[in-house]
């Protein structure tokens, strides 16, 4: 089983301070819209201190839980913290597997796979916090991997 790679901690760690920000913000502006008793900036301190505790040490549980494994004729996944989830995706049903960096990523030198699948709505993958070229790679390996699993013609029911 494969491990992401560390500097997505980083990322994570952007995503929870960007919104614990926004959190105290609205704690402190509400605490002074609704006269509390308490003073704006503590509720604001208060609240951005809670969350981004919370939010740090989940993002460092997230990533020593986080595995996938590209195996034989399936790919499997594992994440989760409070909720543990398993994930197979066997590669006849995968459509098609994208790669995407967003600009922290990019800075980081990391990207993400995205594998989309056939079947119900939103029946798609994403193996996030990999290195530029392991991702590449992992896209590569997961495309070619789902054409060599699609049923040869004539295989197959008709409809």
Not at 73 to 87: C, Q
């Amino acid at each position: 089983m494969e491990r992401l790679d560390a500097r997505v901690v980083v990322v994570w760690l952007w995503r929870v301070l960007v919104f614990a920000v926004v959190l105290a913000g609205a704690a402190g502006i509400g605490s002074g819209a609704l006269d509390v008793g308490v003073s704006s900036a503590a509720a604001a301190v208060a609240v951005f201190g809670v969350v981004a505790l919370l939010g740090a040490t989940h993002a460092l549980l997230r990533y020593r839980i986080w595995r996938f494994d590209v195996r034989e004729d399936t790919l499997y996944i594992e994440h989760g913290v409070l909720v543990r989830v398993r994930t197979t995706v066997p590669y006849v049903r995968v459509q098609h597997v994208d790669s995407r960096r967003g600009p922290l990523e990019r800075v980081l030198g990391l990207g993400r796979v995205v594998v989309y699948t056939a079947g119900s709505r939103g029946a798609d993958v994403t193996i996030p916090g990999l290195s530029r070229e392991r991702a590449a790679d992992a896209q590569e390996t997961l495309r070619a991997l789902a054409i060599e699993s699609e049923p040869e013609s004539g295989e197959g029911d008709a409809v």
